[in-house]
Nanobody
Framework: QVQLVESGGGLVQAGGSLRLSCAAS????????MGWFRQAPGKERGFVAG????????YYGDSVKGRFTISRDNAKNTVLLQMNSLKPEDTAVYYC????????????????WGQGTQVTVSS
C-alpha cells in the first residue's frame, strides 16, 4: 500500500511558476507509475502528467506540454511537478496518484491518491 501527500500549492500570478511535490510512504514506490491530475470546480478530474516506474518515460496532457515537467526520485520516494508559465485556466486542485500503468490518462486506473493541493493562478 502507498500513501501519498502533496504539497507546494498556492497562489501565483499568471506567468509565474510553482513546484508541486508528492511524498510517498512505503517501500514499493518504485513499483508504481505515477501521475498528476487536476480538478477544477464543476469539472471532471483530468490528466496532467505521468511518469514511468523508472522515470525514463514521461507523458503530458496537451494543455500543459512545454510548460510542466514531471520527475521522480525513487530514492526519496518523491514525484515532482514543475509548473511554469502558469495560466488562470491552470487553477485547480492537483492530485498525485500511483498505479500500475505508465501514462494512463484514466483516473480509474490509479490505485492510490493523495488528498490534493490547491493551485490558484490570478490574472
Amino acid at each position: 500500500q502507498v500513501q501519498l501527500v502533496e504539497s507546494g500549492g498556492g497562489l501565483v500570478q499568471a506567468g509565474g511558476s510553482l513546484r508541486l511535490s508528492c511524498a510517498a510512504s512505503g517501500r514499493t514506490f518504485s513499483s508504481y507509475a505515477m501521475g498528476w491530475f487536476r480538478q477544477a470546480p464543476g469539472k471532471e478530474r483530468g490528466f496532467v502528467a505521468g511518469i514511468s516506474r523508472s522515470g525514463g518515460a514521461t507523458y503530458y496532457g496537451d494543455s500543459v506540454k512545454g510548460r510542466f515537467t514531471i520527475s521522480r526520485d525513487n530514492a526519496k520516494n518523491t514525484v515532482l511537478l514543475q509548473m511554469n508559465s502558469l495560466k488562470p485556466e491552470d487553477t485547480a486542485v492537483y492530485y498525485c496518484a500511483a498505479g500500475p500503468y505508465s501514462g494512463s490518462v484514466r483516473p480509474g486506473q490509479y490505485s492510490y491518491w493523495g488528498q490534493g493541493t490547491q493551485v490558484t493562478v490570478s490574472s
